[in-house]
T-cell receptor
Framework: RKEVEQDPGPFNVPEGATVAFNCTYSNSASQSFFWYRQDCRKEPKLLMSVYSSGNEDGRFTAQLNRASQYISLLIRDSKLSDSATYLCVGVLSNSGYALNFGKGTSLLVTP | NAGVTQTPKFQVLKTGQSMTLQCAQDMNHEYMSWYRQDPGMGLRLIHY???????DQGEVPNGYNVSRSTTEDFPLRLLSAAPSQTSVYFCASSGSGQYSNYGYTFGSGTRLTVV
């Protein structure tokens, strides 16, 4: 069982919609979390870090709830270019701070 | 800066052959790691390193060796290739581990097919 669980989707939304992705983690020792974006046949790229206080970057908002072991990503005013797979990622403090990936959530934004 | 450079980008091996996937970074990062990505499985950690001379196993280390003789380089060796090692391999590096707000930077990947 993966320690980081995500709904695989796919999420199909129209341009301009607001979409939310959720992620849960089971390792309470995980201290840091990120959202990565991966385009088809490309490497993962860091989208944003996730903090308990929330983190907003333009149309993107990420939130961490440590009590519920729950992480979210909200995308407002979706663009066609937002179509990608979004990876919820925890840092493995017991493995040299390497990354522990969820399987990803696929998003397709349509015209 | 080139970031994280992986070579080769594509490779086809026969079962039983060995090869080395190269990974180099020019950002003076201490933390480096290797992942494989398979359909339906997501990215899984193979080996990682927290600095030159220090390596350890991740989730799926069997069939792979690593070494870290310099800060810049972190090669991944396949000892005797098997069809189950057909995958996309990513190398990544990070500057400050747990306290990094910048996460890891990834190389562009090596697509390996074992026949």
């Amino acid at each position: 069982r993966k320690e980081v669980e995500q709904d695989p989707g796919p999420f199909n939304v129209p341009e301009g919609a607001t979409v939310a992705f959720n992620c849960t983690y089971s390792n309470s020792a995980s201290q840091s979390f990120f959202w990565y974006r991966q385009d088809c046949r490309k490497e993962p790229k860091l989208l944003m870090s996730v903090y308990s206080s929330g983190n907003e970057d333009g149309r993107f908002t990420a939130q961490l709830n440590r009590a519920s072991q729950y992480i979210s990503l909200l995308i407002r005013d979706s663009k066609l270019s937002d179509s990608a797979t979004y990876l919820c990622v925890g840092v493995l403090s017991n493995s040299g701070y390497a990354l522990n990936f969820g399987k990803g959530t696929s998003l397709l934004v349509t015209p | 800066n080139a970031g994280v450079t992986q070579t080769p980008k594509f490779q086809v091996l026969k079962t039983g052959q060995s090869m080395t996937l190269q990974c180099a970074q020019d950002m003076n990062h201490e933390y480096m790691s290797w992942y494989r990505q398979d359909p339906g499985m997501g990215l899984r950690l193979i080996h990682y390193s927290v600095g030159a001379g220090i390596t350890d196993q991740g989730e799926v280390p069997n069939g792979y060796n690593v070494s870290r003789s310099t800060t810049e380089d972190f090669p991944l060796r396949l000892l005797s290739a098997a069809p189950s090692q057909t995958s996309v391999y990513f190398c990544a590096s990070s500057g400050s581990g747990q306290y990094s707000n910048y996460g890891y930077t990834f190389g562009s990947g090596t697509r390996l097919t074992v026949v």
